[in-house]
């Protein structure tokens, strides 16, 4: 948010994986106290945990501390978990559902997003993330901050997860160019994107 405000930066704050809340309400903490008070904040999950573990995602040689159903939150639980944070709710918006199912041009139409600020990655898994950045690119501008809370998942492995689905993303997308930003714990990056004419 620091980056966003040093920047002059105007978009939303959009989270893919949200659980209880707790990045969330740390994120529109963040963004009121940098004076944000334009941005818009849109948490997309499930919220019936992650989906059935398959193909790249399936780890046969370790113990695969991802496994369907982890991570469920029920979204009136969600719902309260912000208000009890002190998150305005009207500058909320939830999109429950899977993400195959409602990263669309449908949802696109029904969401007041012009551009994004700050997007958040906590999806975990390949087949989690590859429909995201499908969905993320139009609202894409140069300063746009990507985090991904689990790049160092599957053992830091690049042919896994959310590791993998960046790299193919950015290799159909030419004009992006993302530029590592701040790595954070264990298994935390994000990125600043610039586009090329």
């Given amino acids: 948010m620091e980056f966003v405000q040093g920047s002059r930066l105007k978009g939303d704050y959009l989270e893919f994986g949200c659980y209880e809340g707790k990045s969330l309400i740390s994120a529109f903490h963040f963004a009121q ?6 941005m818009r904040f849109y948490a997309f999950d499930s919220f019936e945990g992650l989906p059935e573990i398959k193909g790249i995602d399936e780890v046969k040689d370790i113990d695969n501390y991802f496994t ?5 939150c029920d979204v ?12 305005d709710l009207n500058k909320v918006e939830i999109v429950p559902g899977w993400y195959d199912d409602v990263l669309n041009e449908e949802t696109k139409k029904k969401l007041p997003i012009n551009k994004a600020a700050v997007i958040w990655i906590d999806c975990d898994l390949y087949e989690s993330t590859v429909p995201i950045l ?6 894409l501008q140069d300063g746009t901050i990507l985090i991904f809370d689990d790049w160092f998942c599957f053992r830091g ?23 590592e930003f701040h790595k954070f714990g264990w298994n935390g990056n994000s990125f600043i994107f610039n586009l090329q004419e």
């Fill in 33 to 38: 106290a940098r004076g944000l008070k334009h």
């Fill in 68 to 72: 369907k159903g982890l991570y469920a």
């Fill in 76 to 87: 009136n639980k969600f719902k309260n978990n912000l208000k009890r944070g002190g998150v």
């Fill in 134 to 139: 499908n969905f993320i690119t139009d609202y």
């Fill in 157 to 179: 492995n690049p042919d896994k997860g959310e590791q993998k689905a960046f790299r193919e993303w950015l290799e159909k997308n030419l004009s992006i160019k993302a530029t």
